[in-house]
């Protein structure tokens, strides 16, 4: 036993979270527990999780997230494989920066102010003070991450990795500096990508301007939602099949409030539906102008600068005004001169910087950018023939419909947090050299008046080289050797783009191997409403203060519960209470077992030698028909059970059906193990000393077993309880996970415990209709389906478990008005005297049966509606809609007994 374990080895009463999970992960810690080596005589699994920013603190959508991960690990490596989760950070350029600048706003100071290297030692301070932690709250939910290997994407190392695989690409000649319009953010001063742009819809206006021709024959009129940009416009271009403006293609137009003629193209491009079919063609300000400007050779006139303000090719009057400030006096001046035709109430969406939310501006600016289409090949073929596979499956078309057109990547960004561009200029010549450290001449000129670019890469440049860049490449470690490819990445559907896509692709390029064989995509956790989880907007859930409430065990299980891969998640901490009662129930059924091991003492193989002496018993006759085997039936049933769920979470993790594994743990422990074998095992406890033994070795073998099942889970738990248990080992985490021992599974032992259940239950409710305690024994008749259905076992076993005392009978009574009667399937009808009721005793049953009427009707109201409703049945996935049926048939059931009850008491 290590001298680090807690010596505590018994359950306290209550089950306090915070003082278990805070125990054990340092003790987990403290034994190196997550920490990998290379070991080439052990299969490896390895994960490298999604770094999250410096910036970030926890969400709810990261505690799912990375709760999956360290399910998969735990769960492998008790598996016996050598389990690698390696940690890190993202340096994430434009939110770290505006982090800093918003720190040094306060100060009265801008960057600028401060200076490029001053500012860079402000940013790398707040790293160093704030940018870890997210990964100190990875701790208190739990995860069994490497963290002797953690990373940061800026780390020395990791610096080399992104100049060498930079240098690569620039040599290659996949990097060319080029003239496009690109996403421009004027409050963040730096360009974005496509994929970080967040669209909001906007209620704004269609202008419709007047565009006089040059001649003087007349007019074009064309329809914008920005009409500031017409003072960039190089041309008006309509659509060649249009019959409206085939006369008038090789025209020109004079350009309002400027002193340009414009000419009128043709270009398929044009849709001929919006607006009057002719569009003002702003090369400068539009991707698709841009576009249709290259085509026809068209000049590009910026005439919104970077900050977002007109620059002098507006014009005098526009000069120097804000963009908006701008459209409006745009719109004063058409108006005026007669040139503003009519104005429609339009909503679209708008592009927004998703950091700081300010609209964004397409501006023609000169970037650095990426060639894709050759490298984006490889990359579509892996995922083709099947060696890189995403689950759900339908996200792999969304990425190949991505991937296969692809367009050139723009990789610079205007900051200075990040990795600068390693592209040294020579002042004299103007050729531009890439190189890992700073050129000391120009290889052309040989000057050594050499400037390196100011701007820096985007940050998911960086973030592409996160598989093998954390393992040690360019070099050849051994850990890129033994744990590369890694097994899995989970992560959003919102970074298909950003991040898989350009990992998959980076990986073929540079070593030419996938960088994981799966890709789970895990559910979206929405808010109750269905709404986004935003802070901002005041919808978002903090994970820290629900561990706080909770514990990390149950916000991990309810997570992973929820996990399913057909529908988002809607979030409620009502769930995350309901687990953690879950936990309370596993807590106070394991002291039971706990208290009533009193002088057991199992094999030193957990159990299975004792287990052999069991089931070694004759077994009694079934319902359906002889059971082969031996041992008690509730015995043999639970193991059968037990066995199936062991089943189900292996094959639930192997394909990443999360909440199949945590649905079928909870119901095997809450309604097999505690509610009934645990009660039948009761009696047996007071039984003589081998009824005893025998019993307590089930209670164990189980209890341990299914421990072992939930750990991944549920680790914190899981380990307090199992410490307390006889057990070998220092730690659950280390301990064998279960397999599946089909000589225990047995269906018709299954069947026949399903039907002696049903049996109880439908006595027990007979009991409840009558408000008769369960203590108190109840005379009841069976009238059986076939004579010898029952055998003298199995009545025994339905008058102990309902606490009745049973005859059979021939025939239904003469008198079914005395009577309430309710039917097992496959084996009767049962009946039961009512009691005899004086008038408050019935006045006082008649007011609950109503109530309980009434909840029922509004609940059967309810289901029934969702049935009726089109939109849920032709949205809801085909297990939600079952369910809702189950419901109402069993409302409606419910509903008819009651209503025969109240009948009789009202008749």
């Known amino acids: 036993m290590s001298d680090n374990k807690p010596q505590e080895v018994s359950l306290p009463t209550v089950y306090d979270p915070t003082s278990v999970e805070t125990k054990w992960y340092k003790y987990w810690m403290d034994e190196n527990y997550f920490h990998a080596e290379v070991d080439k005589s052990r299969p490896k699994y390895s994960i490298t999780i999604p770094p999250p920013n410096v910036t970030g603190s926890l969400h709810i959508g990261q505690a799912l997230c990375y709760s999956i991960q ?137 202008w419709y301007l007047r565009y006089p021709l040059e001649d003087g024959s007349g007019h074009v009129v064309v329809a914008t939602t920005r009409p500031e940009t017409m003072l960039g416009d190089t041309a008006v271009a309509v659509n060649p099949n249009d019959d409206r403006y085939k006369a008038m293609v090789g025209k020109n137009v004079k350009l309002p409030l400027t002193d340009r003629v414009i000419p009128i193209i043709a270009d398929e491009f044009v849709d001929m539906e919006f607006g009057t079919g002719a569009v003002k063609t702003t090369p400068a300000h539009d991707p698709n102008n841009f576009e249709i400007g290259l085509r026809h050779n068209l000049p590009q006139v910026v005439v919104i600068g970077p900050d977002g303000t007109m620059t002098q090719e507006a014009g005098t009057r526009y000069e120097g005004q804000d963009r908006f400030k701008a459209r409006q006096m745009v719109l004063e001046d058409l108006q005026a001169l007669g040139l503003l035709e009519k104005t429609e109430d339009y909503s679209h969406s708008v592009g927004t910087c998703e950091r700081c939310h300010t609209t964004i501006e397409p501006l023609l600016s000169e970037q650095w950018f990426c060639k894709m289409k050759e490298l984006a090949q490889p990359a579509i073929e892996v995922v083709k023939q099947g060696k890189v596979k995403f689950f759900p499956e339908r996200y792999a078309g969304i990425y190949l419909e991505w991937m296969e057109n692809v367009r050139d990547w723009c990789i610079s960004r205007q900051l200075w947090w990040g990795h600068r561009i390693p592209i040294y200029k020579c002042e004299d010549c103007g050729e531009y050299m890439a190189a890992k450290s700073q050129a000391e001449a120009c290889s052309v000129c040989g000057s050594a008046n050499m400037m390196q670019d100011p701007d820096v890469l985007d940050t998911w440049f960086s973030s592409a080289l996160w598989p093998f860049a954390t393992m040690g490449w360019p070099e050849q470690t051994p850990e890129m050797e033994y744990f590369y490819p890694t097994d899995v990445l989970v992560t959003a559907r919102d970074i298909i783009y950003l991040w898989v896509a350009r990992m998959i692709f980076s990986s073929l390029e540079y070593l030419d191997t996938i960088p994981f064989k799966d890709v789970y995509i895990y559910a979206t956790v929405m808010n109750e409403e269905g709404k986004r989880m935003s802070k901002s907007l005041g919808t978002g859930v903090n994970p820290l203060l629900l561990i706080e409430q909770f514990g990390a065990d149950a916000l991990r299980f309810d997570l992973i519960q929820q996990a399913g891969k057909n529908q988002d998640i809607r979030f409620s901490d009502k769930r995350v209470e309901i687990i953690r009662n879950f936990c309370n129930k596993i807590w106070n059924a394991s002291r039971f077992v706990i208290m009533n091991l009193e002088g057991y003492s199992p094999a030193s193989n957990m159990g299975e030698a004792s287990l052999s002496s069991i089931l070694s018993e004759p077994s009694h006759s079934s319902i359906l028909s002889s059971v082969e085997g031996c041992g008690r039936l509730e015995d043999r049933w639970i193991l059968s059970r037990l066995n199936r769920t062991i089943e189900a979470v292996n094959a639930s993790f192997t394909t990443y059906d999360m909440d199949d594994a945590a649905r079928a743990l909870y119901e095997f422990i809450w309604n097999d193990y505690c509610d009934w074998y645990i009660e039948l095992a009761k009696p047996r406890l007071r039984g003589d000393a081998e009824e005893r033994e025998q019993v307590q070795a089930i209670l164990h073998y189980v209890l341990d077993t299914t421990l072992r099942l939930m ?8 380990e307090e309880i199992w410490q307390a248990l006889p057990h070998e080992g220092d730690s659950i985490m280390m301990a064998k996970f279960p397999e599946l021992d089909k000589s225990m599974l047995d269906q018709a032992v299954e069947d026949e415990m399903a039907l002696l259940m049903d049996g109880t239950r439908i006595q027990r409710d007979l009991k409840a209709s009558q408000n008769i305690p369960l203590r108190q024994n109840m005379e009841v008749s069976l009238l059986a389906y076939d004579s010898g259905i029952v055998s003298d076992e199995e009545k025994a076993f339905l008058e102990s478990t309902a606490n009745t005392t049973i005859s059979f009978i021939d025939c239904a009574p003469s008198d079914p008005e005395n009577y309430v009667a309710n039917t097992a399937l496959k084996l009767g009808t049962f009946y039961m005297p009512r009691p005899k009721l004086d008038e408050a005793q019935r006045q006082a049953e008649l007011t609950r049966v109503n109530a309980e009427l009434a909840s029922i009707e509004k609940e059967l109201a309810r289901s029934s509606g969702k049935l009726a409703n089109e939109s849920f049945v032709s949205k809801a996935p085909p297990e939600i809609i079952e369910k809702e049926k189950r419901i109402v048939a069993e409302l409606s059931e419910k509903k008819q007994h009651l209503d025969d009850r109240k009948a009789a008491l009202t008749g």
């Open 70 to 206: 360290d399910v998969l690990t735990r769960w492998k490596r008790m598996q016996g494989f050598n389990t690698l989760c390696l940690p890190g950070t993202d340096h994430a350029g434009i939110a770290t920066q505006n982090k800093v600048e918003q720190q040094i706003a306060d100060e009265g100071l801008t960057r600028h102010d401060l200076g490029r290297e001053e500012f860079l030692k402000r940013v790398w301070a707040w790293k160093t003070k704030y940018g870890n932690t997210i990964l100190h709250q990875f701790r208190k939910m739990g995860f069994s991450f490497d963290w002797e290997r953690e990373r940061f994407t800026m780390d020395d190392q990791y610096i080399d990795a992104v100049l060498e695989s930079f240098v690569r690409l620039f040599n290659k000649g996949y990097i060319y500096r080029g003239a496009r319009v690109i996403n421009w953010c004027p409050r963040c001063h730096t360009a974005i990508s496509d994929i970080e742009v967040e669209y909001v819809e906007q209620h704004s206006h269609l």
């Open 711 to 718: 750990h991944p889970i549920m680790p914190f738990i899981t």
